[in-house]
């Protein structure tokens, strides 16, 4: 991947954090850049969480969203989620991004507390 | 203070019998459970069910640890009658039944006087005259089979036999009127429910009003674990919120969380336990629950119990909608 041309913005960040979250960083990142065609996006780093986030704008939504890559094989917790939340700024809710090894990127919606769903 | 509900413990299971105290528990106290009954006169179908209601263990627990109901066990409430109580029982027994034989001799009557007129009249001879052509053309038949067949063996004979048999007659030994009554084929048949008007019923004997007092009588141990721990705190954060909660097996969690009572309202989540917050959480149950949850128009709820802060945290899961 690291000849890949959208490889540049994230190499800071995958050197830093474990090998095991690089794949499904990148491949969030060129997903929302490429597939879902996200403007203004920039790598935010989250150490609590041990790897980047990213930030920008979803085609057609007048705010930023914030999104955080994991791999499908990994093992999470309410206290990581928890910490993803706090380590954004105290964010309202945040799209995590949930690669498997072949290549598919779901995205599902966290709000922190009770929210209702759109109707 | 009221008086508190009581909840009849049988088996480590709570129902709740009198129909008074199941609607005070909705209307007073926001708990629904489940009616799991057979009504005596629909028994042969479950949509439509009665009393007893059973309450869930998340229930129980949050309606004694606020002092809404005392828990009874079923078992130890009964002590052994005595001979002339159990006397005086079955002469009301049959006192009753004469009332319900009458009750249903009046509703037979009136019908019957309705299929006095003419028209019925004139229709129930066309209704008799058909069956016994049946019913003769049945034996000519079956007698012309009985003699071809009576060389084939017994077992034949006996399936003959049967088709010759005509439909079961009250015997003349009856009253015409129990005959009557039977042939019609609706009653009102009023079963006893309650125990409270049995003189030896007396659940003071074995009532507990604490959890814990329950609890060392082994009548009632929940909860027992780390995850029916968070499970009971859980249930009480939301219920403090406001909310009612149903069952959510139908929907693959813990409970469906309505704003309101479910007989007015759709539920906007269903929630699902984590007992600590560093319980392993699978990304795969965030994309079926959130998925599942999106498709029935509802969003997921993770409720999380931090047994150290003692507090619940929550995060509502939807699908994203793109990607």
Redesign the interface.
Known sequence: METHPTYSALSGFLSKYARATAGAAYQTYNDLLLAQQWSALEVVDLPACGRCAFRGRRPGVAKDEVVVPCALSESLSMAWLGAAFAGLGGLGEIYLAIAAEDSSVVYYKLTAGIAKPAV | MTEPIPIHISNHRAFVFDVDHVAKLRTAHRITGVLGGTLPHLSQQNIFLGLPLILLPEEVFLLVSKGFAILVSDPGSYRTPSLQELAEWDDMRIADILRQLSRSQAQEDSKRKFAQSEEALRKRQEREERRRRDALARQTGASRDSTTVSSAGPFTLEATVSNVAPVPTPTAATSTSTASVLASNVFTVSVPMSSNSLSWHEPERHSFSTLDGARIAGIWTYPSTDAERAKCEVFRDLWE?GYYMGGGSKFGGDWLVY?GDPLRYHS??VATV?SS????????E??AH?RL??AT???H??C?WDPAARKV???????????
Do not use: N, Q
């Not at chain 2, 917050?277 to 795969?284: E, I, K, T, V």
């Not at chain 2, 945290?313 to 990607?323: D, H, P, Q, R, T």
């Open positions: 919120k704003p906007h989540f984590h917050p560093d319980a392993l959480l699978r990304p795969m965030i994309v959130g949850g999106t128009k509802k969003a709820l993770l999380c945290s929550y995060l509502s899961v939807e699908w994203a909608g793109f990607g």
